[in-house]
Each structure stands twice: as structure tokens, then as C-alpha cells.
T-cell receptor
Framework: NAGVTQTPKFQVLKTGQSMTLQCAQDMNHNSMYWYRQDPGMGLRLIYY???????DKGEVPNGYNVSRLNKREFSLRLESAAPSQTSVYFC???????????????FGEGSRLTVL | DQQVKQNSPSLSVQEGRISILNCDYT??????FLWYKKYPAEGPTFLIS?????DKNEDGRFTVFLNKSAKHLSLHIVPSQPGDSAVYFC????????????FGIGTKLQVIP
């Protein structure tokens, strides 16, 4: 049982380059999320998708776009990478029961992105 | 504006003793609280949670206490083991409808053998 799978695990970009982080979950979860983790900042929500076909901004959405491709997959795109986007990115998913989400998230292993 | 605060960035405890990790929150609308554990180079994993209708939840060596009037929760680990050495994130959410989860900045626990 793979759970939440993120690719790539490591990536180095130059300022201005674009890239997409891929995420897939095999737990049939309704909701999916992208977080970034920075020293002294904890985990901050970038975007989330409450259900297939919907996406919403989190705390720090600027510079990112997302696509909920289907129920399994939720991708994060950096159109023009900046050094401030150097971070560790985590994808997560959760089950929503009757529209209620307790916050029990299942995380991927993370993608470490460096923007030079 | 940090809605979930973990004021201790690190904590060192001797093996076998109690570890107490603290968390404060400011949003009175939060009604569900969680602790996540994170090892280096891995994603966070859910550890234990508590609903606002309770003041204590226990799971093996882990107990979470909630003091709603003080907007404070704590995680107790008894006895602490070297494998408990990790970063612990406190998190909070609102369960009415869909709500996102808000995390604290984490506390790094080191259990010394």
C-alpha cells in the first residue's frame, strides 16, 4: 500500500524555470493538500482540493498553481521559480466524511526543491 | 498571525522519563486538535488527536490533554524512548464543514539514552 506518493524527491531549478510536482494517493481520499515546510515556519498550506474538481488557496498560494487531475492526483506547478520558493514540499490527503474533515492527514515523503 | 503556537523549539529528555510538549492556540473556533510526528527526510505522520468535547485522550505511551479555557494542549510521552526523537507538530482544525488544518512550527524532541 503506497499511500501518498510524490515525485520528484529532489529538484534543483534556476530562477525563472518552471516545474510541476506530482502527487498521487491510493487511499480513495476526497481531499488533497500541498504544504511547504520552512525552518521556523512549520507547515504552511499552499493550496488544497476538498474534492475532485475543486481547488482553493491556502495561506501562501502566490507563485503556485494546482490541478486536481482526478480523485487520485493533485499536482503543484511553479510557473517561474524564485529563490523564495526553496523549500520542502509535502503533499497530503484526507478522508472527508459527510463533508467533515477532522484533519487527520496522510503525508507523502516530501520533495526538496532548491531554486538558485 | 500564528493561530497555533509551539513556543519551545526543542526539548531534551532522558530515556524513561516523561516528555511534555506544549501548544497554545488563539482561534476559539478550533474544535479538533492533533499531534503529528516527523522524522528527518520523511513526511509527518499522525500520532494522536483530541476533540474539544474531551479533555484527555490516551493511546499507549501518548496522552494529549486539552484545556479549552486556557486554549492550551499538551502531549505527554511516558516513558520516553530514543525512537521518540523527532519533530512534533501541533495542529488544529474546525470540523464543521470543510476546514483546513493549521500547524504550529514544531518542537524537536531529543530522547537521550
Amino acid at each position: 500500500n503506497a499511500g501518498v506518493t510524490q515525485t520528484p524527491k529532489f529538484q534543483v531549478l534556476k530562477t525563472g524555470q518552471s516545474m510541476t510536482l506530482q502527487c498521487a494517493q491510493d487511499m480513495n481520499h476526497n481531499s488533497m493538500y500541498w504544504y511547504r515546510q520552512d525552518p521556523g515556519m512549520g507547515l504552511r498550506l499552499i493550496y488544497y482540493s476538498a474534492s475532485e474538481g475543486t481547488t482553493d488557496k491556502g495561506e501562501v498560494p502566490n507563485g503556485y498553481n494546482v490541478s486536481r487531475l482526478n480523485k487520485r492526483e493533485f499536482s503543484l506547478r511553479l510557473e517561474s521559480a524564485a529563490p523564495s520558493q526553496t523549500s520542502v514540499y509535502f503533499c497530503a490527503s484526507s478522508h472527508t466524511n459527510r463533508g467533515r474533515n477532522t484533519g487527520e492527514l496522510f503525508f507523502g515523503e516530501g520533495s526538496r526543491l532548491t531554486v538558485l | 498571525d500564528q493561530q497555533v503556537k509551539q513556543n519551545s523549539p526543542s526539548l531534551s529528555v532522558q530515556e524513561g522519563r516523561i516528555s511534555i510538549l506544549n501548544c497554545d492556540y488563539t482561534n476559539s473556533m478550533f474544535d479538533y486538535f492533533l499531534w503529528y510526528k516527523k522524522y528527518p527526510a520523511e513526511g509527518p505522520t499522525f500520532l494522536i488527536s483530541i476533540s474539544s468535547i474531551k479533555d484527555k485522550n490516551e493511546d499507549g505511551r501518548f496522552t494529549v490533554f486539552l484545556n479549552k479555557s486556557a486554549k492550551h494542549l499538551s502531549l505527554h510521552i511516558v516513558p520516553s524512548q530514543p525512537g521518540d526523537s523527532a519533530v512534533y507538530f501541533c495542529a488544529a482544525s474546525r470540523t464543521g464543514g470543510y476546514q483546513k488544518v493549521t500547524f504550529g512550527i514544531g518542537t524537536k524532541l531529543q530522547v537521550i539514552p
